[in-house]
């Protein structure tokens, strides 16, 4: 496939990283392309759209795995490799009751019987940390690593990734496009610490997507409500709120409209939730880039995320058939709330 950033939709910004995921029905996938990057970008493709994409990534990154991404009509012209040999290694662990374990494969593979794969050898799980406001990381992206081609489009989406990124990244991209911005807050920055410079990095957004956990570990001592934060988010200049909630669906502001609605998640059965927020946020972004209906858009990521529930790694979302994507459409827009 031919790298025509002319046929993107949109362009999206995010994590490449190497997964091992072990379910909660034990299938075992090792060494896998992954990172929300990924999973935005799959969750785009489901619904027929094509985009750009934009990471930063460790040297020892396999060329295959860019070669089978350009395959799934993605255009990989922004991504790009450290100097250094940086470890962009994720362990996932899903137990029966759907928690994520992200430390310690030892301990199961040595339960299991069977030999700690190479590829997870010194593994360590990353710590938690709060984003540093001026100093990044390998994996920053910075200006000069946006192409020159891909401001022909119109619509960045941003998946998580650290303080940095997305303060330098949003102005740049809609001065040479004036285009339009959406965001999904990073877990590094919704932090109480941040919470003064948390307007003006999400200023002028068309969509910011939150976790509650983070919504609420950001708002810590002014506000515990759902709604009241999406309001007081929506006046930073947002047009489009969305707070997802770990078992209950999701809470959408129109600050266009001032209203609010709940769509509530599809009900599968859950066997593995690894990038099921970043599944969401690229099927929203097809929706909307369709229909320009927040709700019908959320409505469509809410299913793109039932799809990722339903199995392992990004290629996952790939292989459902149009025709059941569009049944559960037609079953969850009659389940949606307005508040």
């Not at 799959?42 to 396999?62: E, H, M, N, Q, V």
């Not at 740049?172 to 920055?189: D, K, L, N």
């Not at 919704?190 to 939150?210: A, H, M």
Request: net charge negative; glycine share 6%; charged share 20%.
């Amino acid at each position: 496939m031919l790298n025509d950033v002319y046929s993107c939709d949109a362009i999206i910004l995010g994590k490449l990283t190497r997964e091992t995921i072990i379910n909660r029905n034990n299938e075992i996938f090792i060494d896998q392309p992954g990172g929300n990057l990924l999973y935005t970008a799959y969750g785009f493709t489901l619904w027929g759209k094509t985009a750009g994409l934009i990471s930063r990534i460790g040297c020892d990154c396999p060329d295959e795995w860019i070669e089978e991404i350009q395959r799934n009509s993605l255009n990989t012209l922004g991504i790009s490799k450290t100097l250094n040999n940086s470890d962009s290694r994720s362990f996932f662990l899903v137990d029966k009751n759907n928690r994520v374990i992200e430390n310690n494969p030892q301990k199961y593979f040595s339960e299991h019987n069977m030999p700690l794969p190479k590829e997870l050898l010194g593994y360590e799980a990353s710590p938690i940390i709060i984003d540093n406001r001026k100093q990044g990381s390998d994996f920053t992206v910075r200006p000069e690593n946006i192409p020159e081609e891909y401001f022909e489009s119109r619509y960045l989406a941003l998946c998580p990734v650290d303080f940095l990124t997305h303060n330098m990244i949003p102005a740049f991209f809609r001065s040479r496009t004036a285009g339009e911005v959406f965001i999904h807050a990073s877990q590094g920055y919704t932090q109480s610490s941040f919470f003064y410079d948390f307007p003006p990095l999400v200023n002028g957004s068309s969509l910011l997507l939150i976790s509650e956990e983070n919504a609420k570990r950001l708002f810590l001592g002014k506000s515990d409500d759902t709604w009241l934060i999406a309001e007081m988010l929506a006046s930073y200049g947002i047009e489009i709120i969305i707070i997802s909630r770990k078992t209950d669906g999701y809470n959408i502001f129109d600050n266009i409209n001032k209203k609010k609605y709940h769509v509530p998640s599809y009900p599968v059965n859950c066997i593995d939730p690894i990038g099921v927020d970043d599944a969401f946020f690229g099927g929203f972004l097809a929706g909307y880039l369709s229909y320009f209906d927040p709700v019908y858009a959320s409505t469509i990521g809410s299913v793109t995320a039932s799809v990722k529930y339903e199995g392992s790694t990004p290629r996952y979302l790939l292989g459902s058939l149009h025709d059941l994507l569009q049944a559960r459409v037609d079953f969850l827009k009659e389940k949606v709330e307005l508040i």
